[in-house]
């Protein structure tokens, strides 16, 4: 099969979608090719005998503002997590809550066996300061290893081990938080400002959302492709030639189609559990992580108590570990019963996803080049923050790239 086309975009992840729809809405004429059979690339929802299973632990803020610009927030219909985080320990579970937001858990908060009271406020005043910090701001600010960046706010010692390496190392897939702290203090300051949580019909719901405003005929699904070439792409099922080419592929794959065009991106890995549980372990839909990491899990959650969507007729538990290697069902379950101080013997394991390319590893420049040259551009969060804001904005720069090139 041939198709000829003004743009063809290789892949049908939020930043293929972002960087189409943007084309589009210029009036260009746009072909994608999605080698699966549905859109979303990471970003995907399994049902799975009346359940709602992300392929992996994935949240979306409603505060990004390329997704503001893009979607239709108010149609996700987002299910937001408690602005807090419950701290485990051999003693219980300890909520610390964002003052703020949820000022009636403001002296539980204070009570958390997280730290002294000065070091505690040492950690509000950054994040506030975070929160408060224009993008430009950060964006000027010197880059070193993230870790460093909190020592230098006074971030250490037991604030440091029980709260905000067990948090935010389940963020980042990075448990040394040696993440670039410019790319770390961006992620602070969405988690500062935005209301987090899950579309009511799962994360799919955002790259169906960004498909559906397309024409039928403009996306391609299971179409993989084997070769990038100045004006075409070649397939299993043809070739498709066009001006111009937008690879929107992850990095790793964008580098094995591209070559020396761009180098390999290394990725951080994680793996995700899902459980069924008789009855909700934790009355709040906050993430739950282990300040004396006891197991595997770095952070676990009951979707339902925010999402009761994702299982109408049960308690889902998400669990997820670092690294691309499975530790085992039983060791995950084992970890869960000291999280939630319960017995979770009786709890059914309902799937296990790896996602071994789950991150891509910030490093160097927040925004690398779009354009490489001969018409073809390449996008993805592996060219700007790896999350989501990331790969919709690479997916619009590389699109308005291409209009400016082709005027």
């Known amino acids: ?49 009346g359940l709602l299973l992300d392929r992996g632990f994935q949240v979306f ?21 408690l ?31 997280i730290g002294s009271l000065p070091r505690k406020a040492m950690l509000g005043a950054y994040a506030a300061a975070l929160a408060a910090a224009s993008a430009r701001t950060l964006r000027g600010r010197d880059d070193r290893p993230f870790r460093v960046r909190l020592a230098n706010y006074g971030i250490t010692g037991p604030v440091l081990e029980r709260f905000v390496r067990p948090l935010l190392s389940g963020v980042f897939l990075d448990p040394d938080l ?20 899950v579309p009511a019909g799962g994360m799919r719901a955002i790259p169906d959302q960004l498909a559906a405003g397309m024409p039928a005929d403009s996306v391609q699904y299971s179409y993989p492709i084997r070769e990038v ?26 580098a094995s189609l591209l070559g020396d065009r761009v180098p390999n991106t290394p990725t951080r890995g994680c793996v995700t559990h899902y459980h069924l549980a008789d009855f909700p372990p934790v009355a709040d839909g906050a993430l ?26 049960g308690v889902l538990v998400s669990s997820t570990s670092i690294g691309p290697d499975d530790p085992g069902e039983e ?12 017995d979770t013997s009786a709890w059914r394991h309902v799937r296990t996803y790896r996602v071994p390319h789950a991150l891509p590893v910030a490093n160097g420049s927040l925004r690398k080049p779009v354009a490489l040259g001969d018409g073809i551009y390449v996008c993805g969060d592996h060219r700007d923050t790896p999350s989501i804001q990331g790969a919709l904005v690479s997916g619009r720069r590389a699109a308005r790239a291409v209009l400016r090139d082709t005027e």
């Open 83 to 113: 602005p807090a985080v419950l701290v485990s320990d051999r003693d219980g579970l300890h909520i610390v809550a964002d003052p703020r937001r949820l000022p009636a858990r403001f002296r539980e908060t204070l009570r958390a066996p």
């Open 61 to 81: 803020n409603a505060a990004y503002p390329a997704a503001r610009e893009l979607l239709d927030i108010d149609a996700l219909r987002l299910r937001p997590f």
């Open 178 to 197: 040696t993440v670039p702290s410019r790319f770390a203090e961006f992620v602070v300051r969405s988690l500062a400002r935005g209301e987090i949580g």
């Open 229 to 254: 070439a100045p004006g075409r792409v070649t397939g299993d099922f043809g070739t498709v030639t066009a001006r111009s080419v937008v690879v929107a592929v992850g990095g790793h794959v964008a």
């Open 288 to 313: 739950v992580v282990d300040a004396e990491r006891r197991g595997p899990v770095a952070n676990s959650v009951v979707l339902t108590n925010a999402a009761p969507e994702y299982a109408p007729r």
């Open 1 to 49: 099969m041939a198709i000829e086309t003004d743009t063809v975009v290789v892949g049908a992840g939020l930043a293929g979608l972002a960087a189409a729809r943007t084309l589009l809405d210029a009036g260009r004429e746009v072909v994608v090719v999605e080698a699966d059979e549905a859109p979303g690339g990471r970003v995907r929802t399994d049902r799975v005998d």
């Open 331 to 342: 060791a995950v379950r084992a970890h869960l019963a000291k999280l939630y101080h319960q």
